[in-house]
């Protein structure tokens, strides 16, 4: 049985102020190739779907447009749990309308999923909380997947029935997990684990989450370790981190699918993956990580002068870009409008001024019986080791007495 592993696409993501959403449609237009192509049975998207609680309605189209396609009109069977970034409640409230079109949305830990038969396609012959067992007729075996989206502790202890106060995150998982394998994960189907968590390998390498992203791991408490997954589970599939990568590399992979596209600047440089698994039952899973090619990459470049930049801008106009610009002075409406003019992708600019160091003789005590400019001037002196020049100037007077002439019209 051939089953795809993705996450983490976050719809409706922005860089700063920049929509990715052209490229989202794009690497997901990819991924359904890639689907396709490889003939997999089951596609499953271990979290975080949408970049937020409340995702713009083109977001929400693109995922129904996508997932429809993925099952193939109904088809397939598509397994999408929430993660983080989504509403638990948004997740829940399409899947009785979805499960007609073989598109199984789980938002809480506790969800069931009730039997259906699409004919000649598949069948959910079990499910019980957290649990789902699907029959494809290609294979005289079944597949057996344990589903827990992200949830914290309270979550936890709330949907899963858990009475004991003392109870942590790695219990009730633990507890939970080996439960539901030890009553249908036997050696005569094939056995998954989906979740959207913060795991590591116990002792292993601590990955840091990605910038931007929100934080699971608060601590030690939060984290979650490989060896809480039963033995009878031959494949996890995980969500949350984005880089693809398998944190158990000497048992049964336990995998991030990694994100589409990259989504920080902490992100450059990444490859991005998804993932085609090979499964047959009491075998070792086998996988495949399969390139993704759309979007724009994300690079750091950092330059000495505004003629380099230039250049190096024009030079490279498939990137998104975070620039960082040495310079002896302050960057001039005419220094942005030239790197501005050269580049669409543009995220950030970073000046990075080589004489803003300052000794404690040369540092002068603050008037504070300034005007606002006067403040501003000397804070930009001391940060900076120059006044700030006109241009800048006028552009402050600009956005204080703006700011003073919104506040004296506003009614309460």
Request: hydrophobic share 35%; aromatic share 8%.
């Amino acid at each position: 049985m051939r089953i795809l592993h993705t996450a983490d696409w976050h719809l409706g993501k922005k860089l700063d102020y920049f929509s990715r959403l052209d490229e989202q449609k794009e690497v997901l237009e990819e991924i359904c190739q890639i689907a396709d192509r490889e003939d997999v049975d089951l596609i499953i998207l271990a979290g975080d779907l949408y970049d937020n609680f409340n995702p713009p309605v083109e977001a929400i189209e693109l995922l129904y447009r996508t997932l429809k396609r993925l099952s193939k009109e109904g088809k397939r069977p598509v397994i999408a749990i929430a993660g983080n970034h989504d509403s638990p409640d948004r997740v829940d409230s399409v899947d009785p309308l979805a499960r007609e079109c073989g598109i199984f949305f789980i938002g809480r830990p506790n969800q069931r999923i009730s039997p259906l038969t699409v004919d000649g396609c598949f069948d959910v012959i079990r499910a019980e909380e957290g649990f789902l067992e699907i029959k494809i007729p290609k294979y005289y075996y079944s597949v057996r997947i344990l589903h827990t989206p992200f949830a914290n502790e309270i979550r936890l202890k709330k949907n899963l029935g858990q009475d004991d106060s003392n109870a942590n995150l790695q219990r009730i998982l633990t507890d939970h997990w080996r439960n539901l394998a030890s009553r249908y994960c036997d050696n005569y189907g094939v056995n998954i684990l989906t979740t959207h968590t913060y795991m590591l390998k116990r002792n292993g390498e601590v990955f840091e989450e990605p910038e931007g992203e929100k934080p699971i791991r608060l601590g030690y408490a939060d984290l979650l370790y490989s060896d809480m997954i039963p033995p009878s589970v031959q494949y996890t599939a995980l969500g949350h981190l984005h880089r693809c990568h398998n944190i158990a590399q000497d048992a049964a992979p336990v995998v991030y699918s990694g994100s589409p596209l990259a989504y920080s600047f902490s992100e450059s440089g990444q490859r991005k993956h998804v993932v085609v698994v090979d499964l047959e039952p009491n075998q070792q899973a086998a996988y495949k990580l399969v390139d993704l090619s759309r979007g724009r990459p994300l690079k750091r470049k950092k330059v000495k002068s505004i003629d380099e930049a230039v250049r190096w801008l024009q030079e490279h106009q498939e990137c998104l870009v975070e620039l960082t610009v040495e310079s002896d002075t302050f960057l001039n409406a005419t220094d942005l409008k030239n790197l501005y003019g050269a580049h669409d992708g543009i995220i950030h600019i970073v000046p990075l001024i080589k004489n803003s160091e300052s000794t404690s003789d040369q540092t002068a005590l603050v008037n504070l019986d300034q005007d606002m400019e006067g403040l501003f001037s000397d804070y930009f002196r001391s940060r900076y080791g120059q006044a700030p020049n006109n241009e800048l100037m006028a552009l402050f007077d600009e956005t204080i007495h703006g700011s003073q002439d919104v506040e004296e019209g506003t009614e309460y």
